[in-house]
Each structure stands twice: as structure tokens, then as C-alpha cells.
Nanobody, 120 residues
Framework: QVQLVESGGGPVQPGGSLRLSCAAS????????MGWYRQARGKQRELVAD???????NYNDSVKGRFTISRDNAKNTVYLQMNSLKPEDTAVYYC??????????????WGQGTQVTVSS
């Protein structure tokens, strides 16, 4: 069993910054891709950013240059540094991880979601 716990969301003014964290615990052999999705009210969930086991990153065009994804493999944690936040970044942010919990067994796990609200 693998659990992901997110932290770091909350209210912030436009132009401000937040750092989201997502830590995995449980039976973990290796974690491959880690990432973040978000879902704004009334909209579909969209990929924000992801990072592979080889540290290759991918970003949604709307956050390029403002958000940075990183990972700490020793802590089984993924981070999302969000700068220059805009009201349109308001959403519930969900982390996910592709976890190998045995050599030949893997699954995708999700965090519980954390609300980010950008408003003056």
C-alpha cells in the first residue's frame, strides 16, 4: 500500500508564490514519473508538470517560466514551486506518482488534493 500526502496549498495574492509538496510512504521499490495535475471548478483536470526518474521535465504551456517541478528521491517527495501566480491558477492541485512497489509490479497513486486560491 502506498499513500501520497500533499501540503502547501492555500490562499495567495496575484504575483505571489507557493510551494506544494507531495510525499509518498509505504511499500516502495522505486518511483518513476512524478507530477502534478490541477482541476479548476467547472473544468477538466489538466497536467501542470511532470518529472521522470531521469529528471526530464514537462510543463503545461500556461505555467512555463513560472512553475518549477523537482523531486527528492531520498524522501520520495515531489515539489512544485509556483511563482508569479495568477487568478487563473486557482484550482485543486493533485500530485501523482508511478510507483514500483515490487520489481515487476507498479501502479499510479494520487494525493488527496490541495486547494490553491489566487485572489486579491
Amino acid at each position: 500500500q502506498v499513500q501520497l500526502v500533499e501540503s502547501g496549498g492555500g490562499p495567495v495574492q496575484p504575483g505571489g508564490s507557493l510551494r506544494l509538496s507531495c510525499a509518498a510512504s509505504g511499500s516502495i521499490y522505486r518511483i518513476n514519473t512524478m507530477g502534478w495535475y490541477r482541476q479548476a471548478r467547472g473544468k477538466q483536470r489538466e497536467l501542470v508538470a511532470d518529472i521522470t526518474g531521469g529528471d526530464s521535465t514537462n510543463y503545461n504551456d500556461s505555467v512555463k517560466g513560472r512553475f518549477t517541478i523537482s523531486r527528492d528521491n531520498a524522501k520520495n517527495t515531489v515539489y512544485l514551486q509556483m511563482n508569479s501566480l495568477k487568478p487563473e491558477d486557482t484550482a485543486v492541485y493533485y500530485c501523482y506518482m508511478d510507483v514500483q512497489y515490487r520489481v515487476h509490479l507498479s501502479g499510479t497513486y494520487w494525493g488527496q488534493g490541495t486547494q490553491v486560491t489566487v485572489s486579491s
